[in-house]
Antibody
Framework: QLQLQESGPGLVKPSETLSLSCGVS??????????WGWIRQPPGKGLEWIGR???????YYNPSLKSRVTISVDASKNQFSLHLSSVTAADTAFYYC????????????WGRGTLVTVSS | QSVLTQPPSVSGAPGQRVTISCTGG?????????VHWYQQLPGTAPKLLIY???NRPSGVPDRFSGSKSGTSASLAITGLQAEDEAAYYC???????????FGGGTKLTVL
């Protein structure tokens, strides 16, 4: 059974870079059949797609975050990562990693999520 | 920016039927992209409930059903149960975003 697990600091200072990793178990991140993504949710609010990446490293980002976001794959660790620079309080949210099939646009597997708070 | 519009809240008594709408535009639902629905129980991650407009993943009760027409989609829940109290989100692909777009979410209250 596929499992995704987010990890990273729960507190980030304003203007710094938020960095999270998503460990994948029960499946290989190098499979060409899947895309790996990040989705966030400010406390008490709705879901926002951040971006996704394929095993080959091709990434697509939400235009509203594109200038600050990088998603990368580390095949040796079977994980992928999110880096969001110049954070502000508006970036405080639960961050979820997720997986979808290449030609199917629904997110079938989700991690449990991790809360990242931006505060000095 | 295109959005998927959902009612903020719906409610129903146990055993009743409720529907949740999701209205999009020409760059997402209206462009023919499929709609998917997620259930988010309090304090948990979203869970896929309906995919490709009408399909249920294994383990999802048939009390949940989806439909799509034109630029809108709907989620129907029949035989409401207390455990259905959750937030529900629709999602589609948006060509202007080149990625996933989510609705604002609907909080279902079981009276």
């Amino acid at each position: 059974q596929l499992q995704l697990q987010e990890s990273g600091p729960g507190l980030v200072k304003p203007s710094e870079t938020l960095s999270l990793s998503c460990g994948v178990s029960g499946g290989s991140i190098t499979s060409s059949s899947y895309y790996w993504g990040w989705i966030r949710q400010p406390p008490g609010k709705g879901l926002e797609w951040i971006g996704r990446i394929s095993y080959s490293g091709t990434a697509y980002y939400n235009p509203s975050l594109k200038s600050r976001v990088t998603i990368s794959v580390d095949a040796s660790k079977n994980q992928f990562s999110l880096h969001l620079s110049s954070v502000t309080a508006a970036d405080t949210a639960f961050y979820y990693c997720a997986r979808r099939r290449q030609y199917h646009l629904q997110w079938g597997y989700w991690g449990r999520g991790t809360l990242v708070t931006v505060s000095s | 920016q295109s959005v998927l519009t959902q009612p903020p809240s719906v409610s129903g008594a146990p055993g009743q039927r409720v529907t949740i709408s999701c209205t999009g535009g020409s760059s997402n639902i209206g462009a023919g992209y499929d709609v998917h629905w997620y259930q988010q129980l309090p304090g948990t991650a979203p869970k896929l409930l309906i995919y490709d407009n009408t399909n249920r993943p294994s383990g999802v009760p048939d009390r949940f059903s989806g439909s799509k027409s034109g630029t809108s989609a709907s989620l129907a829940i029949t035989g409401l149960q207390a455990e259905d109290e959750a937030a529900y989100y629709c999602q589609s692909y948006d060509s202007s975003l080149s990625g996933s777009m989510f609705g604002g979410g609907t909080k279902l209250t079981v009276l």
